[in-house]
């Protein structure tokens, strides 16, 4: 379950200030002739009047036990109500008719399933490139109330999200796998089995950083680029999906260990190896060009008017025809 606090979904804070008491929640003085012509009692006015000030504010109707003894208070004071007048709410029937009595006040219509809709269809297209529930349940908030409805209550958005945010995710998962050939299936799940001299997983290759730019860690980073292309073309492989996906997808691998890797089904387990292949092969490339560039830095000809430079190439090795075959390749990356 998604944490209420990550969501914009509006809530009491924990703190309000006096300023956000008197700007959200003074009630007006027609506000409290409205209420008192509808109520018989000043519990059942103080109840009605809070229950106006949060739907203003937020759009829903609190729960009782929601409300902050502070909000009560400051509420209470600003109508002159009797000290120690405690809030009395209906349920019921009586309940739903003063909720409808504040709609129409505020103007917002109660169309559930309507709201319904638009939160899912807002998530379902969002959650093709967003993964975070989080950010899927605000973009859904948002839609709602630009329409003009109430929300509703925060676990409808929690479980909407999970359901489409599985089924999206399974999709795209099955698109990675049905995209590459048997052959490649293999490869991706020998990862984690296949141990280097080191007897660390070839999984665990994958997660492999650049080092500094010496002439020895360039050529073992082409090595290693040689050994993520043999793997496949992972573009291929993650065509029609977002680059955000592409980036979770690998980040939810590279948290993982191999043991936990296994105990997925085997559509994602390979899809999310594709996306951390595909990731490493984007680092690498970058990591290449990068260190080419700052090696052709260091062993540059001194230049009229810069430092001597000449210092930085002692001890590097003379350039083969491989050598310049490597760099001719970073080149063209």
């Not at 540059?300 to 210092?311: E, F, L």
Request: aromatic share 8%.
């Amino acid at each position: 379950m998604t944490s209420i606090e990550r969501t914009a979904y509006p809530r009491f804070k924990r703190l309000i200030t006096a300023h956000e008491l008197h700007l959200f929640f003074a009630p007006t003085r027609e506000e409290a002739a409205w209420a008192a012509e509808r109520m018989d009692s000043d519990g059942h006015q103080l109840a009605l009047l809070l229950a106006l000030k949060s739907y203003q504010r937020m759009g829903r109707f609190p729960k009782p036990d929601e409300y902050p003894e502070m909000v009560v208070d400051f509420v209470r004071r600003t109508v002159e109500l009797p000290e120690g007048t405690l809030p009395l709410y209906e349920t019921g029937p009586t309940a739903e008719r003063q909720r409808t009595e504040v709609r129409q006040r505020v103007g917002t219509r109660y169309k559930q399933s309507q709201a319904r809709e638009i939160a899912e269809a807002a998530i379902r297209k969002e959650a093709a490139s967003k993964n975070r529930p989080a950010d899927l349940i605000n973009i859904a908030l948002e839609k709602v109330v630009a329409a003009g409805l109430e929300l509703p209550a925060f676990s409808t958005f929690d479980a909407m999200t999970s359901t489409i945010r599985t089924e999206v995710n399974t999709s795209i998962c099955c698109g990675i796998h049905d995209r590459m050939s048997l052959a490649e299936w293999a490869g991706m799940l020998r990862l984690l089995e296949e141990r280097d001299s080191d007897c660390t997983t070839h999984f665990t290759r994958l997660k492999q950083t650049a080092q500094g730019p010496s002439w020895s860690h360039f050529k073992r980073l082409f090595t290693y680029l040689e050994w993520l292309d043999a793997l496949g073309d992972t573009a291929v492989w993650m065509d029609g999906v977002a680059a955000p996906k592409v980036t979770d997808f690998a980040g939810e691998a590279d948290a993982a260990d191999a043991s936990e890797l296994r105990d997925y089904t085997a559509v994602k387990r390979i899809a999310l190896l594709a996306c951390l292949a595909h990731k490493a092969r984007m680092r690498v490339r970058d990591d290449l060009a990068t260190m080419f560039c700052k090696r052709v830095a260091m062993c540059a000809p001194a230049v009229s008017g810069y430092p001597d430079t000449a210092g930085a190439c002692q001890g590097a090795p003379t350039l083969g025809a491989e050598d310049f075959k490597s760099s001719e390749t970073v080149v063209r990356l």
